[in-house]
């Protein structure tokens, strides 16, 4: 049994997001979900699988350059958890995001390669009065420490962190103590996982979580949690 306040904690931000969801739904409001689908997601993806199975829309954002052991991690926990999956992706091939030279977008410019990959696309299925919900926390770095649980956006979104306050410790404890599955490249030594050419192994010099992101370049954030 995990300890009590674990165990508080855990009901606590169920019963909130039951209560916080139907909340939205009597408002007419369309509720989605994105899903990196790492370690940190499944917590979320959990609670979200006892709601009405029409309460919430998980996304997955997919961006073409996702790890195939993320594809095959996404795919195994909502089979697992009994959850529908919507993917959304870029209208633009990748011949079409090709610079002139003939080199990936994430080569020469991986802001515009976020933008086009993960904000665009996301962008295009919400519309104003929507809820989109992600399981961002307070802990994994400074930029999302700012966060608030409830925030609206420039374009009229709300944007709903229901595990704002848990810490990483409180992810793992819930994985355990619910008999969850890991993404596997934790036991290779990653930590934050995203695309395969803008991540790398975590090592002890990175600061936060997600230091093993975009190396060599001062983004931290993709642009789907920042304005
Ligand atoms: S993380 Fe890298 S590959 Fe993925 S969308 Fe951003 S720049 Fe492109």
Not at 66 to 84: C, V
Request: charged share 25%.
């Amino acid at each position: 049994m995990p300890p009590l306040s674990s165990s508080l904690l855990f009901e606590n931000t169920f019963q909130r997001i039951r209560a916080d969801v139907n909340q939205f739904k009597s408002e007419g409001r369309g509720v989605y979900v994105t899903s990196s689908f790492q370690s940190q997601s499944v917590p979320l993806l959990h609670m979200v699988s006892q709601l009405a199975s029409d309460a919430v829309t998980v996304v997955l954002i997919d961006t073409g350059f996702l790890f195939p052991e993320t594809y095959l991690f996404a795919h195994s926990i909502i089979e697992r958890l009994g959850i529908q999956m919507l993917k959304v992706r870029s209208e633009r091939t990748f011949a079409e995001q090709m610079t002139q030279r003939g080199n990936f977008l994430f080569a020469s410019d991986i802001d515009a390669c976020c933008h086009l990959n993960k904000v665009e696309p996301m962008r295009a299925l919400l519309r104003p009065g929507d809820v989109w919900t992600s399981g961002i926390r307070a802990d994994q770095s400074k930029v999302r420490s700012q966060k608030a649980r409830l925030e609206m956006d420039a374009t009229g979104v709300l944007r709903y962190h229901p595990l704002l306050e848990w810490t990483a410790k409180d992810i793992y404890r819930y994985i355990q103590v619910h008999d969850l599955p890991r993404h596997p490249l934790e036991n290779d030594g990653y930590k934050s996982i995203g695309c395969v050419p803008c991540t790398r192994k975590w090592n002890a010099l990175d600061f936060e979580e997600r230091g093993g992101r975009w190396e060599g370049s001062s983004k931290t954030e993709c642009g789907l949690h920042t304005d």
